[in-house]
């Protein structure tokens, strides 16, 4: 099936259509700078590297929505041909909420429910809707599907998603972990089990979504027991630019003493904060490591932070599980920075982790393979979110589970 997957943001939209027969990309491309007369849409078809870019005005998700189809359908502009039409559309939704434990077939209420969840994701379940109802209104006659990032971890358990607060705020206003980056977990089982040569249910895994947003995720039986991020994409991990776990009674007594408001304490743990906010240089790993080669001791010092907390949930996790099969980094600094995925492993030769430190160097630049001598495997997963969105929606127009493929 060819399956149009849109990821919707406040003024993007990134776009692939993917073939789950061959689980390739037959076009990749984006649309940028929505709701401005610079706006950029650029693609490439895979098949042949041909690329167009073009440049305009599109103020709105509708208008983006009408430009990437024109260039999808332009064999002569690095489209598809005539016969490779799409044939259902797959949106990345950020959250689901407890209404949405798997992908679905979307519908007017499937629309209102996703609505009705925008208190829970402010910042991107409104752009996912806008999203979801321009490209019904370009697309009428074939089905969309909604893929959730929460819907992986709606396996986990009471112990596991529940916080020690007032039992009422979970009653009232559903405060809980949810979870994110499942699309990205759900595709690090799939393809740990594939490289390893293992039933994926019988995996005890933690997988490691490491970009600027970043997250843990213990799995074993195929589905998710633990998952760092909770209520929202803040806790858990140190990210770009958010802090992961603080003590909340820091942010009480900032806002006290600053004088700051609760928006501004947000802006804080959300914008200013993680590497950016340990190493006052940059939130990009890329700008780190470079500072740190030259001497700086806050890139140092925040370079340390993020891979001593990935360490700990790594410990944390093998708890969880019981024991660990194996350890998958993924997401542009998994993929592509080896010696932090070094960094976080060390001192955890008692699990049973051991890296080959010349295979770690060689996993670079979307490689996949396997970098562990010891009896936990260790591994580099290449990022899959738009196949498992494609494979989940063909799975949702077929009635059948996805869950451990």
Not at 354 to 374: H, I, K, T, W
């Amino acid at each position: 099936m060819r399956v149009l997957v849109l990821n919707s943001g406040s003024s993007s939209v990134k776009y692939q259509v993917m073939d789950t027969a061959t689980d390739k990309a037959l076009v990749v491309g984006q649309v940028e700078r929505i709701g401005s007369g610079g706006a950029i849409l650029s693609q490439e078809r895979a098949a042949d590297g041909t690329r167009a870019k073009e440049t305009g005005q599109i103020l709105d998700h509708r208008d983006a929505i009408h430009a990437i189809l024109e260039l999808v359908r332009d064999p002569d502009r690095g489209g598809m041909a005539p016969e490779d039409a799409v044939e259902a559309v797959g949106h990345r939704v950020v959250h689901g909420g407890e209404a949405f434990t798997g992908a679905v077939v979307i519908d007017t209420e499937v629309e209102e429910r996703i609505r009705d969840s925008i208190d829970l994701a402010p910042l991107h379940n409104p752009h996912n809707l806008a999203g979801i109802r321009a490209a019904r209104s370009e697309l009428p006659d074939i089905p969309h599907v909604a893929v959730f990032d929460t819907a992986f971890h709606a396996s986990l358990p009471p112990r596991a998603f529940h916080y020690a607060l007032p039992y009422v705020l979970y009653h009232r206003h559903r405060i809980r972990r949810y979870g994110f980056h499942g699309t990205s977990h759900r595709h690090v089982l799939r393809r740990s089990a594939r490289l390893l040569g293992r039933d994926a249910a019988s995996l005890r895994l933690i997988s490691l979504h490491l970009g600027n947003g970043a997250s843990a995720c213990a799995i074993r039986d195929g589905r998710s027991l633990d998952t760092s991020m909770g209520f929202t994409p803040l806790e858990g991990l140190v990210m770009g630019s958010r802090s992961g776990d603080v003590d909340p009674a820091v942010v009480l007594h900032v806002m006290a003493r600053e004088e700051v408001s609760a928006s501004d304490a947000g802006g804080m743990l959300n914008k200013h904060s993680g590497l950016l906010g340990l190493s006052g240089i940059s939130g990009d790993m890329r700008d780190l490591l470079q500072e740190e080669a030259s001497g700086s001791e806050r890139a140092q010092l925040a370079l340390d932070v993020y891979a001593y907390r990935i360490r700990k949930y790594i410990g944390a996790y093998a708890a969880v599980l019981g024991g660990v099969d194996a350890v998958a980094f993924t997401g542009g600094v998994g993929e592509n920075a080896p010696s932090i995925r070094s960094r976080a492993l060390e001192e955890l030769e008692f699990l049973g982790v051991q890296v080959e430190p010349e295979a770690n160097d060689e996993l670079v630049g979307g490689r996949e393979g396997s970098f562990g001598r010891g009896s936990v495997s260790l591994l580099v997963i290449g990022s899959g979110e738009e196949l498992t969105i494609a494979r989940e929606t063909e799975a949702a127009l077929r009635g059948v589970g996805t869950a451990g493929d």
